[in-house]
């Protein structure tokens, strides 16, 4: 019955919790600007309506252009189950859970270029090529991170791997993890959340198309993604694991805030790289994700 | 006893097949599926558990007496051959018929039952001799049903090279096993494990197998091969064949001791062969030579695999060595299915379109949505993603990999960039697939010829429809296919013999198969809903452009350019740019073509200084007597001075 209600507790952070995050960051962003900005609420009552609205289907779209978002909703849900939430421990764990929550966003990736690519618009088709392209870098940062992790704990369990601090290589991993974040987020320098219209896009551009429920899908998958990648960043730099619940939990949720914070200061204060630079930024993550992992591996010898 | 009986039903029936298919298409497919259930029985029956079938002839062929075997490992490919073999002749039925084909439908038909017969052969051959005769008559099979449409001067050249390539290779293997057979005394093979002296021999098999295996850089003759064949031959070339050199490869490194270095090097060619198989299928815009590059990637992810189980063995037998080994097995099954799969879907669509060019295709998902949906499925499943098998048998690979890292051993050095690499290759060929199964059917057609496309036939789909079956069943229930894998895991290192699934494999199926249902219960919210609200078909939005063509669409190049720019160092992109000029251009144009590395720049230019070698050589052969009775005296005089000086 508890494990039932924990399963629900933990299922409610994760969709209600989720769309919180865009709302701070631009608050964070007007204040620095100076302006009021909008309510932070103010995705939740973008979901609100797009659920009720109806569709405008392209007319060379197939069904997949309704799976899509489906799917990769579904796969970004699925991937946020499997971290673990400080005290409350992860609702599943098992041996080499790490890879299949990488290999979740990957399935989110594919439907998402899929759908985009549904349209024949060179718009979508553009942020589809440059999704998929940058997912190469982002994913070697991301595979180089999670092997420094399980280097760290000797493990290939979430939950234990995710347990410890990463050491001394923290602040390496800190930085390079933030920059996946950023990257795979569509934030500042990498993408820019507040247009669609610029042929500069990544996934912004993708999601041109997509209208009513399925847009709802799309919006609050992203937010979730920002959650879970926040978490991820916040449970392998400080050691959450350890610490009593309370303190654990205090730590998360400071941890969490803390970070969208800095997201909202990266995107006033910085502005969108230029596309040659961004193979260049990732590049960074990469090599800063690479030695954080040496300094695992030292550690670990001696 | 039964067995016996098995086995010699097999095989009548196959060369019964083999000989009828000419002029009996309708009996030539039923023996070649009645030879196929045989073999894929024969299979099951080893792997379920059963004893290892041993027979001996009475009479010799050669010289030897015939010695035929079928453990484990053998069974293990076995299956696949007969899997991809009956779905073959079922979709060839279709796809390659009389009345389309009147000239070469009834040879392939002939070759390909003789094609399965011969792979079956090299699997139960345990005598070298036999061996190699098997290996020369499959090779033999593969280049006719290759060159089946030898009009084309595209697929006599492609034939040409496969064969070279392969002679090549068997050069490499004549080598191994007469030298193996000079070092032991006989043409027996069988576990030889307590001969160190043997060990250096691996060098010479992995050069010989490894060309088969279409390992980079030895990969040269695979991509025209695949790409030009009829699409059935693709299939069972790239799902079955060149398994046929990773069979040699694992069948070897089990039965003779491997040197030290063995494991570093076949993960670093693993990891190359992965890393740059995906960058070169991401390059390609012909979609059959695409996925011809992509199984030089999956060969890759499979070498990996067999990579980490060398290290594994060597360094005391460890656990992470058998998992990734583990699930370097199942990545063989499993590329099979889908690379097969993805085959009979490339030439369904090349069957209706006549091309393989991407750029002319587009929007072919609304007349041929089972061709579409299948090949959506094949591509998520060979990009490695949940919930399908890719997955598991990368999982399997990647567990290895993780655990030696952090075993802080010595081999972290080579297991670290492998671990990197092959994530690496999960994203390039996301990104190949994204493109491929886009570009072809998804969008707006290109051309006429993509609009007025046509679904295939049953025949056709039945055999695409099976694959994923199978595939669906390994994802799902890959636990209980682990028994089968235990057995050839076993008889390659007898020291990882039984034990447990060194993963939890049913909770993967299980979480599997809840992702599945969640999947399909979200389409289906997601669409009622949208249902209910209302939809409206208009025009694609484009940021309001009015009048949006289909030459506007993103095309595969464009889409592939950014990482092809990344690995420009190793694809060698040729551009041809013509720049629109004046205000009323005439032309303009922009050809992009992606070379075979390995064979234009590295292979060419060697054969080059090779033929300006033999044609100066030739200038001296003239004819002139005095000349010969010169060379004559020289040859004689360096042997002399070889007997005077050499003894001393």
């Known amino acids: 019955m508890t494990s039932i209600l924990e399963f629900i507790a933990r299922l409610a952070v994760w969709l209600l919790l989720a769309p919180l995050l865009p709302g701070i960051i631009n608050k964070v962003k007007a204040w620095v600007a100076g302006r009021r900005g909008p309510p932070v609420l103010q995705l939740y009552y973008d979901l609100a309506r797009l659920w009720r609205k109806g569709v405008v289907l392209s007319t060379l779209a197939s069904p997949g252009f309704i799976a899509g978002p489906a799917v990769a909703w579904v796969a970004v849900l699925a991937a946020a189950m499997l971290l673990p939430l400080g005290p409350l421990g992860a609702s599943l764990s098992f041996r080499g859970d ?97 247009t669609h219209l610029e042929l500069t896009m990544i996934h912004e551009v993708m999601v041109l198309d997509h209208s009513g429920p399925p847009f709802a899908a799309v919006l609050h998958g992203a937010a979730m ?65 690479l030695f954080a992992l040496l300094v695992a591996w030292k550690g670990g010898a001696a | 006893m039964t067995m016996d009986g098995l086995m010699v039903f097999a095989v009548l029936v196959l060369v019964a097949a083999a000989l009828s298919g000419a002029w009996l298409p309708r009996w030539w497919l039923a023996l070649t599926l009645a030879g196929t259930a045989a073999l894929l029985g024969a299979a099951f029956w080893t792997l379920g558990g059963g004893a290892e079938w041993d027979w001996r002839s009475g009479f010799a062929l050669g010289g030897e007496r015939l010695h035929l075997r079928l453990d484990a490992i053998s069974a293990w490919f076995l299956a696949l051959v007969a899997v991809v073999g009956g779905a073959g002749a079922v979709y060839a039925h279709e796809y390659w018929p009389d009345r389309e084909r009147p000239e070469s439908a009834g040879r392939g038909r002939g070759w390909w039952s003789t094609i399965v017969l011969c792979m079956g052969l090299v699997l139960l051959c345990a005598n070298g001799l036999h061996f190699l005769m098997a290996w020369e008559a499959f090779a033999l099979s593969a280049y006719f049903l290759i060159t089946l449409e030898r009009e084309r001067s595209q697929t006599r050249a492609a034939g040409w090279l496969y064969l070279a390539a392969s002679h090549a290779g068997t050069l490499g293997l004549f080598a191994f096993f007469s030298l193996l057979a000079a070092r032991t005394g006989s043409w027996e093979l069988g576990p030889m494990r307590d001969h160190p002296e ?59 001791p491997v040197p030290a270095g063995a494991g570093w090097v076949v993960l670093t060619l693993g990891a190359a062969s992965a890393v740059l198989g995906g960058a070169f299928a991401l390059a390609q815009n012909d979609l059959k030579r695409l996925l011809a590059y992509c199984s030089v990637e999956n060969m890759g992810v499979i070498l990996i695999g067999l990579g980490v189980g060398l290290l594994g063995a060597a360094n005391g037998d460890t656990a992470w060595g058998r998992v990734a080994m583990a699930g370097a097995l199942l990545h063989v099954w499993n590329h099979g299915l889908f690379k097969s799969l993805l085959f009979f879907g490339a030439g369904s669509v090349l069957h209706t379109t006549g091309t393989r060019e991407m750029s002319r295709m587009g929007g072919l998902w609304r007349t041929m949505p089972w061709t579409a949906g299948l090949f959506a499925f094949g591509s998520v499943a060979i990009s490695a993603l949940p919930p399908l098998n890719g997955f598991v048998s990368e999982w399997l690979i990647y567990l290895g990999l993780f ?184 032309r303009a144009d922009h050809v992009e073509r992606i070379p075979e590395t390995v064979l234009e720049r590295v292979i060419g230019p060697v054969s080059d200084v090779v033929m300006v070698a033999s044609s100066w050589v030739r200038q001296r052969q003239q004819g002139h007597l005095p000349d010969y009775i010169l060379y004559l005296v020289a040859g004689l005089a360096a042997m002399g001075a070889l007997v005077v000086f050499g003894n001393m």
């Open chain 2, 403 to 586: 655990d030696a890292a952090a075993s802080h051993a010595q081999v972290a050095a080579v297991i670290v960039p492998a671990t990197i690499a092959l994530g690496v290759t999960g994203a390039l060929a996301l990104a190949a697939f994204a493109k491929a199964a886009a570009v072809v059917f998804l969008g707006a057609s290109r051309t006429q010829a993509a609009e007025h496309a046509h679904e295939c036939g049953w025949w056709m789909r039945g055999p695409m429809l099976g694959l994923a079956a199978a595939c669906t069943f390994i994802a799902l229930g890959s636990v209980a296919v682990w028994p089968g894998i235990q057995q050839p895991l076993g008889a390659w290192n007898p020291a990882w013999r039984g034990g447990e699934a060194p993963a939890p494999l049913a909770m993967l199926g299980a979480v599997q198969a809840a992702l599945a249902a969640l999947v399909a219960g979200a389409v289906v919210v997601l669409w009622s809903r949208s249902r209910a609200n209302g939809v409206r078909r208009a025009m694609t939005w484009d940021c309001g452009y009015a009048v949006p063509t289909a030459r506007m669409q993103y095309t595969g190049g464009s889409f592939s350019a950014l990482a092809v720019g990344w690995f420009a160092w190793v694809l060698q992109p040729q551009r041809q740019l013509r720049w629109p000029r004046g205000p009323f251009p005439r």
């Open chain 2, 198 to 256: 043997l060990a250096p021999l691996f060098w010479v098999a992995l050069f010989g197998f490894g060309v088969k295996a279409g390992m980079f850089p030895l990969h040269i003759w695979l991509p025209s091969a695949h790409a030009n064949a009829p699409s059935h031959v693709s299939a069972i070339m790239s799902g079955v064949a060149i398994k046929m050199g990773l069979y040699g490869l694992i069948r070897f490194s089990g039965w003779l």
């Open chain 1, 225 to 289: 993604k920002l959650l879970l990648f926040s978490i991820l960043l916040v449970q392998a730099v400080l050691p959450v694991g350890k610490l009593p619940a309370a303190a654990a939990a205090g730590a998360l949720v400071a941890g969490v805030l803390g970070v969208t914070v800095a997201i909202g200061f990266v995107e006033s204060l910085m502005a969108r790289a230029a596309f040659r630079r961004v193979p260049l930024l990732l590049t960074t993550a990469f090599l800063l994700c």
């Open chain 1, 98 to 194: 790490v890879i299949l929550l990488i290999y979740l966003l990957a399935l989110a990736r594919f439907c998402t270029a899929w759908a985009a690519l549904e349209t024949g618009s060179a718009f979508e088709g553009m942020g589809a090529a440059r999704e998929v392209s940058y997912a190469v870098l982002a994913e070697a940062a991301v595979i180089t991170a999670v092997l420094t992790l399980s280097m760290q704990s000797g493990s290939l369990v979430l939950s234990a791997m995710l347990a410890p601090s990463a050491g001394t290589g923290a602040v390496l991993l800190a930085v390079g993890l933030f920059i996946v974040l950023l990257a795979e987020n569509c934030r500042v320098p990498f993408d820019d959340p507040n």
